[in-house]
């Protein structure tokens, strides 16, 4: 119905907008002489082609009570719209596949990569629910084994600095016993529990009345700037830039680490660290 709709209204337009209309059962003329416009409609397509009629005829007022006309190019685009549906409805009337056709075609497209297969067969929601977990933040987690022989020098550094960064979590100055349990022997560390017999609450306490060591319980990223080792494999240099929070300003802090051995109980541990603002710069010798 909608295509003799559109093919009533390409013939109709092509009247006079203001002539008299008269309608028969198969033939509306508007100031025109015995245009045929449908050809007889078959009994159950009758209320149909009538509803068609009606409608277009209704359209026909609405143009010549608005003083509306179209001229022969719009016509000649309604034409050709009309002759693309027409077109398509052909197409899609034409279309038929047999169930052989539609399982092998759907086998060529999914199985053509792993990556599809394994998309067949996952669960609905699998990636939705995998993106909303990488957005979450992440939540901290102190480790449960200080020191832990399994973490390389560089893992050691970034360890001690996300314990510092939440070193309430889960007690007052955790963060610090942490950093005590990565202090080697000889560290200044040390060597203040073991002479003054230093706690951890003091040991913040005094980190904390230093403004350049203030970075190291508050800082918003951590990037591992560089590490280098010695010959033996023994002693490592890492340098770690903290960006503070909601800020662009850097702040260095340089790690020095050593460890007994390569043997699997053997652990890295620190032995000293240094916090150098990125304005400050080195004195060149003279």
């Known amino acids: 119905m909608k295509v003799c709709m ?27 002489t015995n245009t045929l416009l449908f050809s007889t409609p078959d009994d ?11 409608l277009a005829s209704d359209f026909a007022k609405i143009l010549a009570q608005r003083n509306i006309q179209l001229d022969d190019a719009d ?35 999914v199985l053509e990569t792993a990556g599809g297969f394994v998309e067949l067969l996952g669960k609905p929601g699998e990636d939705d629910d995998e993106e909303e977990e990488a957005a979450k933040p992440k939540v901290y987690e102190p480790p449960k084994t200080v020191p832990d022989s399994e973490l390389t020098a560089g893992e ?26 990565y202090s080697s022997p000889g560290s ?16 913040a306490a005094f980190l904390k009345e230093e403004y350049e060591y203030k970075i190291l319980f508050n800082h918003d990223e951590v990037i591992i700037e560089k590490g280098d080792y010695s010959h033996d494999g023994k002693k490592a240099f890492y340098t770690a830039r903290l960006r503070s929070p909601g ?18 109980d053997d652990c890295w541990l620190i032995d000293s660290l240094l916090i150098r603002p990125e304005g400050m710069r080195r004195r060149r010798r003279k």
Do not use: H
Request: proline fraction near 2%.
């Open 75 to 109: 016509l000649k685009e309604l034409d050709e719209d009309d002759e693309e549906e027409l077109l398509d409805e052909e197409d899609v009337d034409d279309v038929s596949l047999s169930d052989d056709q539609v399982y092998r075609e759907l086998d060529e497209r």
């Open 188 to 203: 200044a560390i040390s060597q203040a529990i073991d002479v003054e017999q230093m706690t951890p609450a003091e040991y």
């Open 44 to 54: 159950g397509d009758s209320a149909g082609d009538e509803e068609g009629l009606s």
């Open 156 to 181: 050691v550094v970034t360890l001690v600095l996300e314990a510092l960064n939440n070193n309430d979590v889960p007690s007052n100055d955790y963060g610090i016993e942490i950093l005590f349990g």
């Open 247 to 264: 800020g662009n300003d850097f702040t260095n802090v340089n790690f020095f680490l050593s460890t007994d051995g390569m043997e699997e």
């Open 6 to 32: 559109l093919l009533f209204l390409s013939q109709v337009l092509r009247c006079d907008a203001f002539a008299p209309m008269t309608s028969t059962s198969n033939t509306i003329t508007k100031g025109c």
